[in-house]
């Protein structure tokens, strides 16, 4: 059997406070919200609120104050919402991430636990920063999306270590979205803060615009150039030795690279990562990388195409008309985990290398 997967949809105006408030009042809306004040919030080891704020007000002043707002909407603590929801040291399970960047497009799936995920598309417009679409995690930080620029930038797990004081990868995304509108801005901006864990992140903006920022806590380096793709290991040599044994990352990156080049549609694009025998789609869940959303965003036009789960039916979204005040007009995404021909199994482990290297052939023919 196929198992539901849905995301909620929120939308969010004002000031960052503002922000903050309607996200945790939509929130406790929901389904999942619900049930938020029957659980104990727990504070990491070593949590100081005066570190937190100096840290956020240093890089991210908009996300202090959304904080406050977050914290009277869920009615907590201020300490209890800075310590779960902020730059706190966060603990980051193995997780994978595909990223594609053509001449026009850029693809995604984001590839994590089930348990852990944080299903939530939000639209945010906050005063005084770019408006953004994004899939959120743990209410202020952001795992990937497009901002009203047409920046598009998602981030991809490398390795626990080294680790380093830095801020989280999640505020480190929402950064992004939040203060940059190119990608010549966004690598300026992740090539000068201090990175807690290895991490790429990868970007497209509306004129074309692709990089990848490979980012450890010793070290940064970028690629660039107009068709690229991002997997989870660092492709540049001097940041080789950061990496993890991944065969999984490694394997992914062949049909990535080809379908940047093969001036695919924004509909072939998702399909291509979204469909049931796809080399990129993964269904490692019980491992916690199993593919959890996928999308496709055309930067020049503000359009994502989202589904939720595989064999997707996508969504379109124009983020242009929602920055003018217009609704998205849903309040949920729906899908499946797993796809029609291989549905949802927690057990499942990943395709041989035979079966993975005649599906990235036929995907490279299309």
Request: hydrophobic letters at 35%; glycine letters at 8%; one cysteine or more.
């Amino acid at each position: 059997m196929n198992k539901p997967w849905r995301v909620d949809v929120l939308q969010c105006r004002g000031s960052s406070y503002d922000v903050g408030k309607q996200m945790a009042e939509g929130f406790l809306k929901t389904t999942r919200g619900a049930t938020f004040h029957r659980r104990k919030g727990h504070q990491p080891f070593g949590f100081v609120l005066k570190d937190a704020q100096a840290a956020l007000c240093t890089y991210a002043p908009n996300i202090w104050e959304e904080l406050h707002g977050l914290a009277d909407g869920l009615k907590i603590p201020l300490e209890r919402a800075a310590a779960q929801y902020s730059n706190a040291r966060l603990s980051f399970p193995k997780r994978g991430c595909s990223s594609v960047m053509t001449n026009a497009f850029y693809g995604r799936n984001y590839d994590y636990s089930p348990r852990r995920y944080d299903p939530t598309l939000v639209a945010v417009q906050p005063k005084g920063m770019h408006a953004s679409l994004a899939f959120s995690d743990r209410f202020t930080g952001r795992v990937d999306g497009m901002n009203e620029h047409g920046l598009c930038v998602g981030l991809h797990f490398v390795n626990y270590r080294p680790v380093r004081p830095g801020l989280v990868c999640i505020l480190i995304v929402r950064m992004v979205l939040d203060q940059c509108a190119t990608t010549r801005e966004a690598v300026r901006l992740l090539t000068r803060i201090p990175h807690g864990q290895p991490f790429n992140y990868s970007l497209l903006d509306a004129i074309g615009a692709a990089a990848v920022v490979e980012a450890s806590p010793l070290a940064t380096s970028v690629r660039d150039g107009r068709e690229l793709a991002c997997t989870n290991h660092f492709q540049i040599a001097k940041l080789g030795r950061y990496n993890r044994r991944n065969p999984g990352s490694h394997r992914r990156l062949p049909p990535l690279e080809t379908w940047s080049r093969a001036e695919l549609s924004s509909q072939q694009l998702f399909a291509a990562l979204n469909h049931a025998g796809s080399p990129v789609f993964d269904h490692a869940y019980r491992s916690g990388s199993g593919t959890l959303h996928t999308f496709v965003c055309e930067p020049a036009e503000r359009i994502m195409l989202v589904g939720i789960g595989g064999d997707a039916s996508p969504r379109s979204i124009h983020f242009e008309n929602w920055t003018r005040g217009a609704s998205l007009g849903l309040s949920q995404l729906e899908g499946q985990l797993g796809t029609l021909d291989r549905p949802f199994d927690p057990t499942i482990v990943i395709p041989s290398k035979k079966t993975l290297a005649r599906l990235s052939i036929g995907a490279a023919s299309k």
